[in-house]
């Protein structure tokens, strides 16, 4: 049995309305060195393969064909 | 002629463009559950808004796998006529027979008004009713209609003359370059953000959507 956790985030070409809210409530609060603030989503998958390498192609395609868009969004994973 | 209303778990726009269809534009319709994949007999389809999977992932992202839409895809390389409508134009996103995708409205908030536009392109299927630089009234309802595009597709969309809706005066959602409704490079499939079936009967305070029904019924009588 593999885990792996997906991380999903906006381009930085796409602009974060809900990042900017989150870095200015953090400001409110007096931290003032913030530079960005960026919100992700996160996917915790669990899954059946014979090895690392089969389970990484099955997440990664699984990043490709339905967790993330292309077009504005980024992916990242980490597998065990 | 038939007209065909894809019917997705979760959308709530398809009761009301099947009364515009039938009752207002009076022309023969049935509605089609997103598990049918017999699509023949219809000439043009019509993706209605909703939350179909509860916008669940991205909104369109699941629906774009629901059994039907590979023969939407299909049926749109055949020539069919296709129109999505708000959730509908999402799903045709996600399902790449329109370029580009939706992000969250720019102000982070559901925005359901009318609204102005500006009427493009009258040279397609869908708006050969309108005269051209035409201002028209007809309301939104969404959550993520922030249109956006990279440079080179935003290119090819105006060189193509694919914009076919632009939000007028006022943006309401930041979508880029204000574009409300595009086009295919073939021209026959629309999608728009705007609800043209929620103003079709002066009862709802507008008419200017009907005429992109009537210009569906202009195209498939010739």
Known sequence: MFTAEVKITLKKVVADPQGQTIKHALESLGYKNLKEVRIGKLVNLKLEAKDQAEAEVKVKEMCQKLLANPIIEEFSYNLQ | ?????????????????????????????EYIWHKNIKLDSFDCLVLPGGFSYGDYLRTGAIARFSPIMSAVIDFADRGGLVIGICNGFQILLEAGLLPGAMLRNKNLHFICKYV???????????????????????????????????????????????????????????????????????????????????????????????????????????
């Not at chain 2, 007209?3 to 009076?26: A, E, L, T």
């Not at chain 2, 035409?134 to 060189?159: C, M, S, T, W």
């Not at chain 2, 305070?205 to 202009?218: A, M, N, Q, W």
């Open chain 2, 1 to 29: 002629m038939k007209f065909g209303v894809v019917v997705f778990p979760g959308s709530n726009c398809d009761q009301d463009c099947f009364q515009v269809i039938d009752k207002v534009i009076k022309q023969p319709v």
């Open chain 2, 116 to 222: 102005e536009l500006k009427v493009e392109n009258t040279d397609t299927p869908f708006t050969a009713r309108y005269k051209k630089g035409q201002i028209v009234r007809i309301p939104i309802a969404h959550n993520e209609g922030n249109y956006f595009i990279d440079e080179a597709g935003l290119k090819e969309l105006k060189k193509n003359n694919q914009i076919i809706f632009r939000y007028h005066k006022e943006n309401p959602n930041g979508a880029l370059d204000d574009i409300a409704g595009i086009v295919n490079k073939k021209g026959n499939v629309l999608g728009m953000m705007p609800h043209p079936e929620r103003s079709s009967e002066m009862e709802l305070g507008s008419t200017d959507g009907r005429l992109v029904f009537e210009s569906i019924v202009d195209r498939l009588k010739k």
